[in-house]
């Protein structure tokens, strides 16, 4: 299997459950991220692990939580989550992250529709 | 708050024809500027990147940006549009530090 994979592609939860999003690459990148795309709102960067150490950390509520054992996989638990939660979050990966903050260029998953009753 | 703005959520052109796509950010500390660009099923890739020195930025498929730090905005240019050009732009911006902020995107619609 190549590229980007993530599981599960649906997941409906309620806001007490707990779950975890999978990701997993398979393309030798070093970096690995994770997006939240809402209807009508701005993709959101949520966090970006570079050599496995999380870089970047954009003000994301605690009761999302990443996880980066290994270079090829990234996960994201979820706990006590909202309604507005409900989105698709993406994953994607890259060869790396420059000194600037550039992305280098960015492989996604096909992403996971949440939705929290 | 750091915010990016995209004023524009939709905007077909005409092949050959010039775009602008605006952005502008609110900041009053030093930032980084770029621009990425989503074509359709396909990730994020760079088109351009302010991060000091001259204020017109040139980036690749013949796109260029002007850094305006009194008007606060980077808007992305190109003089003549190709179908190819469809796709869906991000503005985005890296203060020193680590936070990223993106804009609400905007997708523009070349037109044969």
């Known amino acids: 299997e190549t590229g980007v994979t993530q599981t599960p592609r649906h997941l409906v939860m309620g806001m007490t459950n707990k779950k975890s999003l999978k990701c997993e690459q398979h393309?030798?990148?070093?970096?690995m991220y994770w997006y939240k795309q809402s209807a009508k709102k701005p993709l959101e960067l949520m966090f970006v692990?570079?050599?496995?150490?999380?870089?970047e950390n954009n003000s994301v509520p605690s009761r999302f939580s990443p996880e980066c054992p290994n270079s090829s996989h990234l996960f994201l638990h979820l706990h006590t989550l909202q309604p507005e939660d409900s989105a698709l979050y993406l994953c994607?990966?890259?060869?790396?992250?420059?000194?600037?903050?550039?992305?280098?260029?960015?492989?996604f998953g096909p992403g996971t529709r949440l939705t929290v009753t | 708050a750091q915010s990016v703005t995209q004023l524009d959520s939709q905007v077909p052109v005409f092949e050959e024809a010039p775009v602008e796509l605006r952005c502008n950010y609110s900041?009053?500390?030093?930032?980084?500027l770029f621009w990425y660009v989503q074509y359709p099923n396909q990730g994020l890739q760079l088109l351009l990147k302010?991060?000091?020195?001259?204020?017109l930025v040139k980036g690749i498929n013949g796109f260029e940006a002007e850094f305006n730090k009194s008007q606060t905005s980077f808007h992305l240019r190109k003089p003549s549009v190709h179908i190819s050009d469809t796709a869906e732009y991000f503005c985005?911006?890296?203060?020193?530090?680590?936070?990223?902020?993106f804009g609400t995107g905007t997708s523009l619609t070349v037109i044969p």
């Open positions: 393309l030798g990148h070093n970096a």
């Open positions: 302010y991060l000091s020195g001259s204020t």
């Open positions: 985005a911006v890296r203060r020193t530090g680590n936070q990223f902020y």
């Open positions: 692990y570079s050599l496995e150490e999380r870089v």
């Open positions: 900041s009053s500390v030093s930032v980084y």
């Open positions: 994607a990966s890259s060869q790396g992250v420059s000194a600037s903050g550039e992305f280098l260029k960015q492989y």
